[in-house]
Structure formats: C-alpha cells, structure tokens
C-alpha cells in the first residue's frame, strides 16, 4: 500500500473490511467479468482482480488480503485502491462501519414477467422448431417461387395513405416483437432488461438494454442476443406457409405477401454491425471484444489524426495508438472493426444525403400542398396520413436523439486491476 493510496482513499485502511453486494462472476479467457445485474454495471478484472474480490468477500481485511495475493503472485498489489475501485462501481456495500450509499437501479420492462414464466425461451428443443420451420419454408419458395417476395408486395392496395399507414403500423408491431424476444430471452435468464427508442445514425430504432447477459453462459448470450432475428425468420417462414394454403390474387394473399416482406427486410440492417445491431454483439462476443465499437472507434480517430498530422513538426510527439494497450485477439479484431465502421458509416450518411433526405423532403412539400380546400376529400386524407407518419418518425427521431444524448451513461467499465 502506498502513501499515495491512503490519501485517496482515507476511510480505507490497513485492517477495513469491506462488505461487498451481491456479485456475479464469470471467466472469460484471461481475466474475469464481475458485475451488479441489478444495475447493470460490469467491469472485467484479471485473474488477481478476481481472487482479491475473492477474498475480500470472505472478510479478510486489505492488509490480509494484499499479503495472501502477495504469496499467491509473488507481487504487491495494492488493496486499498482496488477496493476504491469497487466502491465507486458500487459494488461496495460497507466499508468497516460505513456504509456506502446504493444507486437507484433502473426500471426494467414488464417488471412483472419472472424468469420462470418464459424459462421455456432458453429450451434447447426452440431453435430445432424454429429451424424445422425456416427449412419448411425454403422447400416451399423452392417449389412456389412465385411465391418469392419482392418490393411489389408492399403496394397491396392502390390508395398510397392505406399502404404507408397499413404497413408502418405492421412494421413497428414487429418491431416491438423483435424487441419482446430479447426481452423474454434475458428474463428467462434472470436478467432485467429495458426497452425503449433510440438511433442508429438515420434509422430511429427500438432497442433492449439486456446488459447482465454477459454473466450467462455462452450458449444463453447468443440466444438473447439473437433472439429478435429468429423471431423475423419464425414469423417470415410461418407467412410463406400460409401464403402457400390462399389464392393468389385476393386480398388476403397480397395482405399476407406484404405482412412477408416487412418481416424479412430488418434482416439486411442486422449486418450493419457498424451500428451496433444484433450481430454485432454476436461479433463482439465471439472475439472477446469488450468494448468493440468503443475500441474500433477510438483506433479509427487515431488513425485520422495520425494521417491528418503529415507532415510532422520536428520533435512532436507520436500520438499513442489506443488498441495498443488491448490483447492481440482483441487488438486485430479491433482494427478490422474499425474499418468497417469509417467505410459503413460513410455509406449509411451518403446514402442519407443523397436519397433518403430529398425523397422525405419531396413527399412532405407534395403533402403539404396537396391540404386544401382546393382539393378533395381523398387527396386531403393522402396527404395528412403522409404528414402524420413520415413527419412524425422524423419528429420522433429527433427528440430519441436529443434524449438519449442527455441521458447517455457508460454501461460498461474498463479493466479493473489491483
């Protein structure tokens, strides 16, 4: 223990044991991930990190548990700003006789759904039921190719407004079931999760918070990591089976062909890992990553700014690259997601100046001067129903995106070490 150490942390001495909370724990390759599921806070720690938490939990007081550490490693760690760690993370209960204050938890969604009400989410026999179904479907649309969909479908109806409002509110039932699977899936495995809007880049979207899933076994993270995709393939398959069983050319044919293409087209946006989707936590996981976007982003700036400094003033100090400090698995997965990050993000914001900006901008000016009483009944009607939904979800944009920036905290911690 240092000098140093002591004054940081003056309520912490020599013979203070502290209480911590109610822990979980994890190995994950080399090091260990200990957090609070009840507030979603998760810091990943080496294998010292772990067993001085260890320890500590057994009540041995600092100065006992830096000498068991010190004959375990042959290294003298230091306790006391270690356990400074933990309580500003919170999971510091008491230190000696003080105890430390706890912060207010957040609101989970749906708190009334207990994990033994959908335990049935993490059965091993629903991805088979859900595969025997996908594979049903391919064997249909490989027999009925007619049957394939394409962007057609969606004008089931000649009237624009019937289409634009028919298909926004099947579109966001939908969406609400993606998110309800991931739900459900972190639930059954004791994990309170949150659901609520927010953006990505241009596309306002409805996200889960499922943060306590990295506690789980492998097999139940990539479940509720993937469970909304499965869902969009269930429900995709399940319409290609009844499209197979109606008439081509009546109304519940068309309804149901378009109901298909609305559940099949947030698949493509689940590859855009450049902005956080599904796959891409399945990414992250899969390479050990703890922060990919983070770290990804963090080499891409460094790169900028090592670029954009050509040329070099004499004696200027070479900017320290960021990924530097991570594992090699972490460090190569790191720069190849940077990549893909600068490319996708130019794409996505290109793609948002050039066409989706003037398209939305075209259809509100022909809907604003289509109002009326110039006009007939029908055509007022059109244009309010284009007001009202393309202009509200980029109302609605706007204020997830001023919201969440106000209330954006981290969620996850760097590395924790003793």
């Known amino acids: 223990m240092t000098d140093t150490a002591a004054d940081d942390h003056p ?10 909370r109610d822990l979980g724990v994890r190995r994950d390759r080399d090091e ?46 230091d306790v006391t700003d270690f356990v400074g760690d933990l309580t500003a993370l919170g999971f510091v209960a008491r230190i000696g006789d003080r105890p430390v204050p706890d912060t207010e938890p957040p609101r989970a969604t749906l708190p009334r759904l207990r994990a033994r009400h959908v ?81 990505r880049l241009q596309f306002l979207v409805m996200q889960t918070d499922i943060s306590g899933i990295e506690l789980a ?23 290609v089976l009844l499209l ?43 390479t050990g990553c703890r922060d990919l976007y983070g770290d990804g982003l963090a080499y891409a700036r460094h790169v900028f700014r090592r670029t954009v400094r050509w040329p070099r003033r004499a004696g200027a100090v070479e900017p320290v690259d960021p990924s530097a400090r991570l594992p090699a698995h972490e460090r190569r997965a790191v720069r190849l997601y940077s990549a893909v990050l600068v490319v996708g993000t130019a794409l996505c914001l290109t793609f948002l100046a050039a066409f989706t900006l003037p398209a939305d901008v075209t259809l509100l000016v022909r809907a604003v001067r289509a109002l009326g009483p110039e006009s007939g009944l029908a055509a007022n009607a059109d244009a309010a129903a284009v007001l009202v939904v393309l202009g509200g979800v980029n109302i609605l944009w706007l204020v997830t995106r001023w919201r969440n920036r106000r209330s954006r905290s981290p969620v996850r911690r760097s590395v924790a070490r003793p």
């Open 32 to 77: 260990w991930i200990v957090g609070r599921v009840s507030t979603r806070t998760f810091v990943a720690v080496p294998a010292a990190g772990a067993r001085a938490i260890e320890l500590l939990g057994e009540g041995h007081s600092v100065a006992r548990t830096a000498e068991i550490l010190r004959a375990e490693t042959g290294e003298d760690l």
């Open 217 to 239: 076994s492998r097999r139940h993270r990539l479940t509720a990591y993937l469970a909304g995709i499965t869902l969009n393939l269930a429900v995709a398959s399940s319409l």
């Open 119 to 199: 335990r049935w989410a993490l059965h091993p026999a629903l991805p088979v039921l859900v595969g025997a179904l996908l594979a049903a479907a391919v064997v249909v649309l490989i027999r009925r190719p007619d049957l394939v969909p394409g962007y057609r479908d969606l004008l089931w109806s000649p009237h624009g407004s019937l289409v634009l409002v028919t298909g926004a509110a099947a579109g966001w039932t939908l969406l609400l079931a993606h998110e309800l699977a991931h739900l459900v899936t972190a639930r059954a495995a004791g994990v309170p999760a949150t659901m609520r809007l927010g953006t």
């Open 11 to 20: 309520h912490i001495k020599p013979s203070t044991r502290v209480l911590l």
């Open 244 to 286: 197979a069983g109606t008439d081509t050319g009546t109304t519940v044919h068309r309804l149901l062909a378009a109901a298909l293409l609305l559940a099949l087209m947030p698949l493509p946006f689940q590859c855009m890992v450049f902005t956080r989707t599904d796959l891409y936590f399945v990414l992250q996981d899969l």
